[in-house]
């Protein structure tokens, strides 16, 4: 074991040439201090007696450390063992804290992190909201990959909430919802020095529709959807029979239907609902082609699985989307065909569900608990930690309810069960005799 006085020129050849045999070459200058010389490697040691056993102590490869920065870390663990610590374990808790630092910085990626929140927080939404943050998601990342999200600014985050407000004024909403949520996550889990989407507002004010169609509308959007035909309208129809989310509607699959039911299990609430199928569903159902596993679909094969699919909730809307395309170019000749006013207002695919929530109560007389199951809307409170019955029955007897209520529509009746606003119409006419 050979003592020299260590210089980088004599280092430098020593592993220019290394020996056979891996030799410790100790440093004349400071005791214990040593590089080992092997025919691959040179690496520095601290040789140093504790406790009376005698510690080899590693403290980097040559030449990536050099001679001054051996003895620094030679003095450090001198001073850790004055201080009456063991150097093995300062070594052991120095080596954890850079594997941890080394780790924190991977994940503030910012893929990594978004991928890493979407595992822990997406299995709780339902497959909508997972569908709808997973968009804006994968749109931030698509903007700031490859950063550390400690770096990313609360100006970043707006200007990039304005460009997605500028397409739609939801998305940019629910954009907030996931930069908030992503950010609180980051500053709990990666240690963030501060959260700079902490207090960012919802960039628009929603006003809440209240759009509802009346009787003579539904019946003449139900003779343009016989008109338009499959499958954009028999998904209409099926969701005016329904009231099921149109998004939701559009990805049943023919393995859903069970006997008289459809097994909705893929839906916002994220439980399963079985709704039944009255003879107006029933009948749109039997006059659906067999094209692929989806009722409802263009057959249209994804490119990704070579598989037809079914119709997404994000087709109907815009000026190339599917109302506008195969359904209100209908409204005038029905209109026509049926001595009806045309639907000159506008209504959404969603508004169909809102007038099926209303025409439950106010016209075929079914009780507004039992029209919010039908909905397949979550029941909060504690009646959410209380109520577990079984509402299947209900939900059935108030479909049938509607569906008579629909051939009444379908004739040009009158509802037998007075709505509400009609009823308080009537009271103050009797009011004014």
């Avoid at 949520?181 to 959260?195: K, M």
């Avoid at 959410?384 to 299947?392: E, G, K, L």
């Amino acid at each position: 074991m050979p003592t020299i006085k260590m210089s980088r020129a004599k280092l430098e050849a020593l592993t220019a040439k290394p020996p056979e045999k891996r030799t410790d070459y100790f440093d004349a200058g400071y005791t214990g201090l040593c590089l080992t010389v092997g025919r691959r490697a040179a690496t520095w040691y601290y040789f140093r007696r504790v406790d009376g056993k005698l510690n080899r102590l590693r403290i980097g490869p040559w030449p990536q450390v050099g001679i001054k920065e051996a003895r620094s870390h030679a003095d450090e663990l001198e001073q850790a063992i004055e201080a009456g610590q063991h150097p093995k374990a300062v070594q052991a808790r120095q080596k954890a804290e850079k594997t941890e630092s080394r780790d924190i910085d991977h994940d503030r990626l910012v893929e990594r992190a978004a991928e890493n929140w979407r595992k822990l927080h997406f299995p709780a939404l339902g497959t909508s909201s997972r569908n709808d943050y997973g968009k804006q998601l994968d749109a931030f990342v698509e903007r700031f990959e490859g950063r550390d999200i400690a770096s990313i600014t609360r100006g970043e985050i707006i200007r990039h909430l304005d460009s997605v407000q500028s397409r739609s004024a939801a998305q940019a909403n629910r954009a907030a919802v996931v930069m908030r949520q992503l950010f609180r996550y980051a500053v709990d889990r990666l240690d963030l020095p501060a959260n700079p989407a902490a207090d960012i507002r919802n960039p628009s004010r929603m006003v809440r529709r209240k759009r509802t169609l009346s009787r003579d509308e539904i019946r003449v959007l139900w003779r343009a959807c016989e008109l338009a035909g499959y499958p954009h309208g028999h998904a209409l129809r099926f969701a005016l029979c329904t009231g099921q989310r149109i998004g939701e509607i559009g990805m049943m699959r023919w393995a859903d239907i069970q006997g008289d039911y459809w097994a909705n299990k893929e839906n916002k609430t994220g439980q399963r609902i079985d709704i039944y199928l009255a003879p107006h569903a029933q009948k749109i159902i039997k006059d659906c082609p067999r094209i692929g596993e989806h009722v409802f679909t263009t057959g249209v094969e994804s490119r990704l699985t070579k598989k037809t699919t079914g119709l997404r909730s994000d087709i109907w809307g815009g000026d190339r989307g599917a109302m506008k395309r195969y359904i209100l170019p209908r409204i005038p000749e029905t209109a026509t065909e049926l001595e009806l006013p045309a639907i000159t207002e506008a209504f959404t695919p969603h508004d169909l569900r809102r007038s099926v929530r209303t025409g439950l109560t106010g016209w075929a007389g079914v009780a507004p608990d039992t029209a919010e199951r039908v909905l397949n809307h979550a029941i909060g409170g504690l009646r959410a930690v209380y109520d577990h019955a079984d509402y299947r029955p209900h939900v059935a007897d108030a479909l049938i309810r509607w569906d008579a209520e629909l051939d009444r529509i379908l004739s040009g009746d009158a509802a037998k069960v007075l709505s509400f606003s009609a009823y308080a119409e009537t009271a103050a006419g009797a009011d004014g005799r």
